[in-house]
């Protein structure tokens, strides 16, 4: 038993192939990335080593990069504040029904399985100056804001409208984690708090929050890492605009990358991206300390 | 008494919170499936209306004029083959590291679950250049290996949970009867760990079905787009052909919406045998 599983060859048998894609597709790219970022590459002609040019240009002399990130900042924390919210309370909400329970899950977690390029159609349509939301407040009287296309102020209007459909996608995924997380908890441990007096409020403080604080590590850093590089319904709604107003990282990436070909430029937005997800999953690991509990 | 009214109070007032927002979800959904069997006119004169009549005639159309014909059948292949390698080589990777017994499992661990911070856009450039030069580009086969390469982390962060809260006892006794190690990682592990295969296959198509990014930058051949990009076409050229957009729309979620209804109940099990005491 014990030499069954200490064999090296079948170790090395199950690994390999996962282990050999990652490197290929994942860590050697990833280098060629910061090697390319610190060329100036235009597609056409050879690549030109410059060093930290396109690193100085991004953050001096690009002004939509600031948009970007400003935005991207924005919109992780937006993300955050409501996914952990309003995930959590209807995970709790949810796993206390006794009839129900499946049926609200299913509706709640069902955008999360949805293309998020067909659900961006779908509102840019919903949410048109004309059309959709717009003609049911005008039967109300109510001249209905331009709802992805007013560029006024520090967070524009569709940054916000872009925020809120993002949750209302993916809020299931942070409510799906934590309904598993509280229904790996015992239910012996409520039954114990019962009887010596605890109430609702006081079980969920005190056993629930604990015990699913490895799970609030993990939904903070998909939450985190997912918003840093939203893409589709991005570009899906807005395309960055107005005026490139709702530019993110990953759409000002994709268009220096991909529509003007300045690759050794789009590169080093990527690594500036990369850094900032690290830099996020780093914080995350220090700040939240995991005490193990036996259960 | 009154504790009895207190409860059933607070319990009408959940009920019509969790109501109210179900509502919210199903609505727009609803609404884009009412568009999708319009005619143009009538969209613009009563977007909210109950259809007229049914024009079934606008699916005929964005399926064939808008070529998503073929979009289906390349993102059918795609999404196949990624499930069948990134689960297979996902479980095997899983099962070494939570079963098997060697100094460097942490490690290799650790390195595959990296991969789930990394950002698809930090590898387009560098893979799309590589891929250039190797003909990998414009084919179905360029796309299928990164997306299994990003299906594997979260492949890997859910069985390894599964792997090692299985009974060893199991294992012990198939030892005993002379199975190999591979044959208690296929006729063992991976029945047992059937629930987290369904949540992760789960995840894994879904992903893939809906990713655009990397579809978009990669295939440039009309012949070779996946569902997520020529939906993207709908936009343009189409864009005020309104019903036909929807009814692609529609198109493209329908498949996901039957494959989440038959293994939708079965995603908080998975999960929280795998990853909660994992």
Redesign the interface.
């Known amino acids: 038993?014990?030499k069954?599983?200490?064999?090296?060859k079948?170790?090395c048998?199950?690994?390999a192939?996962?282990?050999i894609?990652?490197t290929i597709?994942?860590l050697?790219?990833?280098a060629?990335?910061v090697y390319?970022s610190l060329c100036e590459w235009n597609a056409l002609t050879p690549p030109q080593f410059v060093g930290f040019a396109n690193y100085i240009k991004l953050f001096t002399n690009d002004d939509i990069m600031k948009t970007a990130i400003k935005n991207s900042l924005f919109f992780t924390t937006f993300s955050l504040v409501t996914q952990q919210v309003i995930g959590l309370f209807l995970a709790v909400?949810?796993s206390n029904?006794v009839k129900?329970k499946?049926l609200?899950?299913?509706?709640?977690?069902?955008?999360?399985?949805?293309?998020?390029?067909?659900l961006g159609?779908?509102?840019?349509?919903?949410l048109n100056p004309k059309?959709?939301l717009n003609?049911?407040l005008a039967i109300f009287g109510i001249q209905g804001p331009l709802w992805l296309m007013d560029a006024k102020g520090f967070i524009p209007l569709p940054m916000w409208v872009i925020g809120t459909v993002a949750t209302?996608q993916y809020v299931g995924t942070t409510m799906?984690?934590y309904?598993?997380?509280i229904?790996?908890i015992p239910s012996s441990l409520y039954e114990a708090s019962y009887i010596d007096g605890a109430n609702k409020w006081q079980a969920f403080k005190n056993i629930t929050m604990p015990l699913i604080k490895?799970?609030a590590k993990?939904t903070i850093?998909?939450t985190c890492?997912g918003s840093?590089?939203f893409?589709?319904l991005i570009?899906?709604m807005t395309q960055g605009g107005p005026n490139h107003k709702t530019d993110v990282?990953?759409t000002h990436?994709?268009n220096e990358?991909?529509q003007y070909f300045k690759?050794g430029y789009?590169?080093a937005i990527?690594?500036v991206?990369?850094a900032m997800?690290?830099f996020v999953?780093f914080i995350i690991n220090r700040s939240i300390k995991v005490e193990d509990y036996e259960? | 008494m009154k504790l009895s009214k207190k409860i059933s109070i607070s319990k009408i007032l959940?009920?019509t919170f969790?109501i109210l927002?179900?509502v919210?979800?199903?609505a727009?959904?609803l609404?884009?499936f009412s568009v999708s069997v319009k005619t143009n006119a009538e969209?613009?004169s009563s977007?909210?209306a109950i259809p007229e009549a049914i024009q079934w005639e606008n699916f005929q159309i964005a399926w064939g004029i808008g070529k998503l014909n073929i979009a289906i059948v390349n993102s059918i292949i795609v999404c196949v083959a990624t499930l069948v390698c990134s689960m297979?080589?996902?479980t095997?990777?899983a099962?070494?590291?939570g079963?098997?017994?060697?100094k460097l499992s942490g490690t290799?661990m650790t390195?595959?679950l990296l991969?789930?911070?990394?950002?698809?856009?930090?590898?387009?450039?560098?893979?799309f250049?590589?891929f250039a030069k190797v003909q990998l580009n414009n084919s179905l086969l360029g796309i299928i290996?990164?997306y299994?390469?990003f299906s594997?982390p979260m492949t890997?962060f859910i069985m390894v949970g599964f792997f090692r809260n299985m009974p060893g006892e199991l294992?012990?006794s198939a030892?005993?009867d002379g199975c190999?190690?591979?044959g208690?990682?296929f006729r063992i592990g991976l029945p047992l760990a059937k629930t987290g295969l369904f949540v992760t296959g789960?995840m894994t198509f879904?992903n893939n079905?809906?990713e655009?990014?990397l579809a978009m930058?990669f295939i440039s051949d009309v012949d070779k787009k996946t569902?997520?990009?020529t939906?993207?076409y709908?936009?343009g050229p189409y864009s005020t052909n309104?019903v036909q957009?929807?009814a692609a729309?529609v198109i493209?979620?329908i498949p996901?919406?039957i494959?989440?209804?038959i293994f939708?109940?079965q995603?908080?099990?998975g999960?929280?045998a795998g990853?909660?005491?994992g």
């Open positions: 038993m014990e069954l599983f200490r064999d090296k079948a170790i048998l199950f690994i192939p996962g282990g894609l990652f597709i994942l050697v790219p990833i060629y990335a390319i909400i949810l029904l129900g499946n609200f899950k299913n509706i709640y977690y069902l955008p999360c399985v949805l293309s998020s390029a067909a159609l779908l509102f840019s349509f919903l059309m959709g003609q049911i209302w799906m984690l309904m598993a997380a229904a790996g490895p799970m993990t850093s998909l890492i840093l590089k893409f589709d570009y899906n990282l990953a990436l994709y990358g991909f690759y789009a590169s990527s690594v991206l990369l997800c690290l999953t259960m | 959940i009920y969790l927002l179900a919210v979800y199903i727009p959904l609404w884009m969209v613009f977007p909210f297979l080589f996902g095997m990777a099962f070494a590291i079963r098997m017994r060697w290799v390195y595959f991969g789930m911070m990394v950002p698809v856009h930090c590898i387009l450039i560098p893979l250049v590589t290996l990164p299994i390469t594997l890997i294992f012990e030892c005993m190999s190690i591979y208690c990682f789960l879904v079905w809906n655009l990014l930058v569902l997520p990009v939906l993207t709908f936009v309104y957009m929807f729309i493209a979620v996901t919406i494959v989440y209804s939708s109940n995603i908080v099990e999960l929280t990853a909660v005491k």
